[in-house]
């Protein structure tokens, strides 16, 4: 019996040489297969991608092939390092790639116009609409949600009164909505009429006006204010009592927020 079996050598170990990772780049998230090609990697014990172990899947008998999962890493260039019992083997490159959010896409608002006052809920149909946030004419909107990344409601902030740019902002860039959206002032009123058309200087005479637009309106006559003003909830209809004032015609002027109206004639005084 020989030396040789009586005492037996230890196997030799060779240095694992690591030559390439397939693919060489992946996202930042991990989680994708990637096959390291190289000699002597068999019996691979660990893998690791810029110091973060990888979960190793699958090994060849020859020692040419390792099959991995790509742990999580920040976006940049890595090594990929292959340790078997003879040691650890120069490193590969691996590239993780910077996740990319796509840009919104926005179609429509619904509704596409709304009071200065703001308060109008809105609705934008579109894509990619997470994590917006809106602006209309450079105001945010308030209330913004966000539903599937699809469907985006929330409330219209306080504007002035025109057509404005309406843009939504999400982490994969900005979009502008096609059409914006208008602000609409109060409605300047109108005031066709009043009833009747004279009374005594002394005033104390009952009158309506009709017209239009009309709520939160006050009255003058003569540049006197009326007394005990009211509207009908149309906004069509104006009552009140005349004030004193002196004989002969005079100015009845009607004013609400948006505006003033004359009614033509005028109010006399006998």
Do not use: E, R
């Not at 397939?22 to 019996?43: D, Q």
């Not at 116009?113 to 209309?136: D, E, H, K």
């Not at 902030?157 to 025109?162: D, E, I, K, L, T």
């Amino acid at each position: 019996m020989s030396v040789a079996t009586l005492f037996p050598l230890p196997p030799i170990l060779t240095q694992p040489t690591l030559i390439a990772a397939v693919p060489g780049f992946g996202p930042v998230s991990g989680g994708n297969v990637v096959l390291l090609v190289g000699t002597n990697l068999g019996g691979a014990t660990s893998v690791t991608f810029g110091g973060v172990p990888a979960t190793i899947i699958a090994q060849d008998p020859l020692g040419v092939l390792v099959t991995v999962i790509a742990p999580a890493h920040a976006a940049g260039n890595v090594p990929v390092v292959v340790t078997t019992p003879a040691g650890a083997s120069s490193p590969a490159n691996y590239t993780y790639l910077p996740a990319v959010t796509p840009p919104p896409i926005a179609l429509a608002i619904t509704p596409a116009s709304g009071p200065v006052a703001g308060g109008t809920p809105f609705t934008i149909i579109g894509a990619n609409l997470t994590g917006a946030s809106v602006t209309f004419g450079g105001v945010p909107a308030t209330s913004v949600n966000v539903i599937g990344g699809v469907i985006l409601t929330g409330v219209t902030p306080a504007h002035a009164a025109g057509l404005v740019t309406l843009q939504v902002t999400t982490p994969g860039g900005t979009t502008t909505v096609p059409g914006g959206f208008t602000y609409v002032g109060p409605a300047v009123p109108t005031a066709a009429a009043i009833l009747p058309t004279s009374g005594p200087a002394a005033g104390g005479t009952p009158f309506a006006i009709t017209g239009s637009n009309l709520s939160g309106a006050t009255v003058t006559i003569g540049g006197v204010a009326a007394t005990n003003v009211v509207v009908d909830p149309t906004g069509t209809v104006l009552a009140g009592i005349t004030p004193a004032g002196t004989a002969g015609n005079a100015a009845v002027v009607v004013t609400t927020p948006a505006g003033s109206a004359t009614v033509t004639g005028g109010f006399t005084y006998v």
